[in-house]
């Protein structure tokens, strides 16, 4: 235990440090430094920070357990991300970056009213406090305790156990977010995210290994044939996520997540320029191709291994299979790596609460009618952190009474923000006309319809549909309410010239090629793929050559529609840039 111990915290302390160190030229007394880092981030940081934070110990309990209890179905929580991130980065970022925004709000406020703006502001910070920041710190503590069996340690209950890890953690990423800026966060997240890239993948390889007896033939035999349904991607209606939803209210989601999600996005939000905006995300995108093998496929391994049910409460298999597989020494490496991943989501996501309170809802005009200062902006930022992570940690324990499923019951509570508020945005962008009125009753109806249907009735129907369902509803009602009583606000694409707005030339390739990949991980772990009832045979390796067939054709109309959209928010880029430049001469 001395070793897991010092290895632990020697790590751990070396990523402070350096973290530190990395962001000392950042000035962080004025809102653009403190919450965008300066907006100096690089492509390989914005990449690396983006996955750690939506890597958290919520991912690695809750997925494991679930494809443990079930089947890889979960898996649209993950591959689809590539696509989403692609989306993002041709389509998004070019308009965020041109505008120089440093909430997404901000948009709102623009196209709609200041007080949509607000409301979305609202809605986030109640999102993270009420969810993010508490399952995050709650995950994290229950790793941490099993793995270095806390409670036995020191003599504590697991009540006591989960206490102590949520305040040990939640004080850590206080000081990274509040002492350190978005800077900091994003550098610590660059190293943590090489740790945990190394120590994620330990987990699987070694427990191939062990599920072998050290061929990894024999281990790889026994999942492709022996209940070979737990490999399917496809699942059914019963499933934890349906792939029906693909085609309703998933897609929705995961480019809210990672399009509009402020806790996500203010990393690409920070980027030097476009080119290292799209080049990070991009990296995002393929990098979410690998984590299913990080994430999903502990949880295959810990069923053959241990066997159906044996572990009572599934969001304790991931920890189970680490402490049963992992050679001593590398567990403090593995808990070090998973300890930045916790710290990662819980002061990413703090920073942006400061950012969302400081910037849309403080951020105004004193009483005698001056700006208020950047040093005051950035001093009441801190400060609401500082309350809203306390009262993280004192919500955090109280999921120890949660059902089991933490994933899902975490993705349930999020559909309460994520679709109403992607609803809005989309519509704000494809329709000039829809006034403010009809964003805020959208926000509204949407959000009551789907707490009502979702939390208090039994429907035969799973909880996207519904959101995906409301999201057609709320979009036919917004453009008709533009037909009937249209905004007289005009919203402009601009270009502030904040960066360089000069795209990746190898967006398209990669972007389609990243796409693709997306697809034939589905193709392959499906019933005609790995996931047959009777194996893998001759015919897995027929469909499979007719899906990367039928792939390329996809992707070649995918990269046709992603110039058709590029090419728009270039043009009036160019021009805005272009009448800027000829008003500076004259």
Not at 191 to 196: A, H, I, K, R, Y
Not at 449 to 462: A, K, N, R, S
């Amino acid at each position: 235990m001395g070793i897991i111990l010092g290895s632990f915290l020697g790590i751990t302390l070396l990523v402070l440090l350096i973290s530190f160190y990395q962001s000392r030229k950042v000035q962080k007394n004025t809102s653009e430094g403190y919450f965008l880092g300066g907006r100096s981030l690089t492509g390989g940081v914005i990449g690396a920070s983006l996955l750690l934070c939506n890597l958290s110990a919520t991912n690695f309990v809750g997925m494991t357990g679930d494809v443990y209890r079930f089947d890889l179905s979960t898996i649209g929580w993950e591959t689809p991300c590539a696509i989403a991130l692609v989306i993002v980065a041709v389509i998004l970022i070019p308009r965020y970056l041109s505008r120089g925004f440093a909430t997404i709000p901000d948009f709102l406020e623009e196209r709609y009213d200041k007080t949509v703006k607000t409301m979305v502001s609202v809605l986030f910070i109640i999102c993270y406090i009420c969810n993010t920041l508490p399952i995050c710190l709650y995950a994290g503590a229950i790793t941490v305790n099993r793995i270095f069996d806390i409670p036995g340690m020191f003599g504590l209950t697991y009540a006591q156990g989960v206490w102590a890890m949520v305040l040990l953690i939640g004080v850590i990423g206080i000081i990274y977010a509040l002492f350190g800026g978005l800077k900091v966060v994003a550098t610590a997240d660059t190293l943590n995210g090489v740790l945990l890239l190394a120590a994620g993948i330990m987990v699987p390889i070694f427990g191939m290994f062990v599920l072998g007896n050290g061929n990894l033939g024999d281990a790889l035999h026994t999942i492709l044939n022996n209940a070979p349904e737990k490999l399917n991607t496809i699942g059914s209606e019963d499933s934890l996520l349906p792939f029906s939803t693909m085609f309703t209210g998933l897609m929705p989601v995961l480019i809210y997540y990672w399009g509009m999600d402020q806790a996500i996005i203010q990393r690409a939000l920070g980027a030097k320029n476009l080119k290292e905006g799209q080049k990070g995300l991009l990296f995002a995108g393929f990098l979410k191709l690998l984590t299913p093998f990080v994430l999903m496929f502990p949880g295959i391994i810990c069923f053959h291994l241990y066997g159906a049910g044996t572990i009572e409460n599934s969001d304790l298999a991931y920890a189970t299979l680490v402490n049963g597989v992992l050679p001593k020494p590398l567990i403090g490496v593995f808990i070090a790596a998973m300890f930045g991943a916790i710290l990662s989501t819980f002061n990413g996501t703090l920073n942006s609460v400061c950012t969302l309170f400081a910037m849309n809802i403080y951020k105004g005009k004193a009483k005698d009618g001056e700006p208020v200062s950047e040093e005051k902006i950035v001093r009441v930022g801190k400060l609401c952190g500082l309350i809203i992570g306390i009262g993280s940690m004192i919500v955090a324990p109280m999921f120890m009474y949660a059902p089991d499923g933490l994933y899902s019951m975490f993705q349930q509570l999020n559909g309460l923000f994520n679709v109403p508020i992607f609803t809005i945005m989309f519509i704000g962008y494809v329709n000039k006309k829809a006034p403010a009125l009809a964003a805020k009753i959208s926000l509204v109806v949407f959000i009551a319809v789907y707490g009502f249907t979702t939390f208090f009735m039994d429907l035969p129907i799973y909880y996207l549909h519904v959101s995906g369902a409301m999201f057609l509803i709320c979009c036919i009602f917004m453009i008709i309410m533009g037909k009937i009583k249209p905004t007289d606000k005009v919203f402009e694409r601009k270009n502030k010239n904040v960066v360089e707005l000069e795209p990746w030339k190898y967006r398209y390739e990669v972007g389609t090629a990243i796409a693709a990949g997306a697809v034939v991980t589905y193709i392959a772990l499906s019933p005609i793929g790995f996931a047959s009832p009777d194996g893998a045979d001759v015919m897995t390796g027929v469909w499979l050559v007719v899906g990367v067939a039928v792939t390329c054709v996809v992707g070649f109309l995918f990269k046709k529609i992603m110039q058709r959209f590029d090419k728009s928010v270039y043009e009036a880029a160019t021009d805005a840039s272009c009448q800027s430049v000829t008003e500076n001469k004259v």
